[in-house]
């Protein structure tokens, strides 16, 4: 493990005092690395598709002084592990790495985080090891049953989520560069940053996250009867042109416990930086209320 001063490795001074330490946890003999700072409880961050880690620099900031919050890398991006196959993006593989990271830290249960991709996995986690998942916060994905529901009965979605279809294909990563991929990135010296991590990426292997967990047409509405046994908050960014605000009605039904929701007009997809201020407030102040 390699001691990071204010991320001088990236050429960024974005923290304070607390230092960011880097490392591995080992899911089945797949490598998941993680950026990790701060002490007190767990708190697991999972990013989404095109990202890694480096998105929730602004929340771990502002959780270090209370929790340990630990930003992975999924498989297949920047310094994580990149296993050849989509058979190797299974989303029951996905939750496993997950688990890997909490325990790695010698827990049993973490508050568990998730964007995009890291919210269909988050779900996940909080649905199949219910046990391991204190708190759970979503960004920008609806749960299974929301999501589920739209693909199927929402002509809006659907013509969305034509991009989805698009990544589907065999063959979809040859279209895909690093520069395009960071082209989200607001910042300059930022998106320096994502172009270089994408390029410690594997394409495929973020096409697989499409190609094996991703629904496919005919779209049918299926239900998880199981409800989430965490109490979640859910951030949406209401300009995300992917993820349509329609797939959160009726996610009350789907947890045991209080369900907390923060729509943030003017916000799109990538929530936690475009409200970065407001997402990372008022994560910590849910996650202290108690």
């Known amino acids: 493990m390699r001691l990071w001063l ?135 994905l609806p749960h299974p049953n929301g999501m589920s529901r739209e693909l199927a009965t929402n002509p809006e979605q659907q013509k969305n989520s034509a991009y989805a279809r698009k990544f589907q294909a ?25 172009v270089e991590a994408f390029g410690r990426s594997d394409f495929a292997a973020m096409m697989a996250y499409y190609q094996r967990n991703y629904p496919r047409e005919p779209y049918t509405a299926r239900v998880e009867t199981r409800k989430v046994m965490a109490p979640v908050l859910q951030f949406h960014g209401l300009d995300d042109a992917a993820l349509l605000p329609g797939g959160l009605n009726g996610t009350w039904e789907w947890v045991a416990k209080d369900w907390t929701l923060v729509t943030v007009p003017g916000a799109g997809h990538f929530v936690q930086q475009d409200a970065a201020e407001l997402v990372s407030k008022t994560m910590k102040m849910w996650l202290l209320r108690d």
């Open 6 to 140: 204010s991320l001088g490795l990236f050429g960024v001074s974005l923290f304070g005092a607390p230092s960011v330490k880097e490392g591995y946890a080992d899911s089945g003999g797949v490598k998941i690395h993680y950026a990790t700072m701060g002490q007190g409880p767990l708190v697991v961050m999972i990013h989404g598709f095109p990202d890694y880690w480096y998105t929730w620099r602004h929340q771990m900031e502002a959780l270090a002084p209370s929790f340990q919050v630990v930003a992975m890398d999924n498989r297949g991006y920047n310094l994580s592990d990149k296993p050849k196959g989509a058979e190797n993006y299974d989303m029951r593989l996905l939750v496993g790495d997950v688990a890997a990271v909490i325990r790695h830290f010698g827990k049993q249960k973490a508050i568990v985080v998730g964007h995009d991709w890291g919210g269909a996995i988050a779900w996940q986690v909080a649905l199949n090891l219910p046990e391991m998942v204190e708190k759970l916060v979503i960004l920008n």
């Open 170 to 194: 065999e063959g979809s990563e040859k279209g895909l560069t690093a520069e395009g991929l960071a082209r989200w990135v607001k910042d300059p010296e930022a998106r320096k940053l994502y």
